[in-house]
């Protein structure tokens, strides 16, 4: 499984941002969260999820706004799950912690480890992999995500190009600059990395 512990940034001096985002978190991600999302202490949170997608989901979402430190611990949590994150047990929660510790220091404030030993090396590559990806989208303009987060699912260029208020061919532009087809390639790559991750032992 995939644990997130998650800690707010300079919570002395923006206040707290937790409560407010909980709600939302909890409803935009609906049943992929197995377990949480739970205050665990002060402005720390966290949460359990089943899949790569979803983490990695839930990572990008997170990271993209600079307010959270973000640690993902993968491999066994005790099951059956409990009622909440804090009466939670497993090897997946111990390398969640030490990950947020180490994200707290890292230039997108983002680590990953794995309890296994045998899987610590991967999981090395897969965040040096996910570094890559959240360097991309740090420099990523205002102009690129706003083509960005438009232009998902069945959405086109034209369709974003008429609401944005440009020319097709200035949201190629943009899209390109944003390294968005970059990303919608690496994602998957991602995401199947983390299954691998979370699979049993070779």
Partial sequence: MFVLTIDQVDSRGTGDRVAGLLPGLAERWGSRILLGPDRTAGDEFQLVVGAG??????????TRTERWSVGLGVGEVAEPLPATTREAAGGA?????????????????????ADREAAREQAGDVEALTDLLLEV????????????????GDTTQVAVARELGITPQAVSLRARTAGLRLESRALPALVRALERLDGPPA
């Fill in 93 to 113: 929660f111990v390398a969640a912690r030490t990950a947020v510790d180490r994200a707290k220091r890292a230039p997108h404030r983002f680590a990953l480890e």
């Fill in 137 to 152: 989208r740090a420099r990523r303009s205002a102009e690129g995500w706003a083509v960005a987060d438009r232009l998902d």
């Fill in 53 to 62: 997608d979803a983490a990695l989901g839930i990572v990008l979402e997170l």
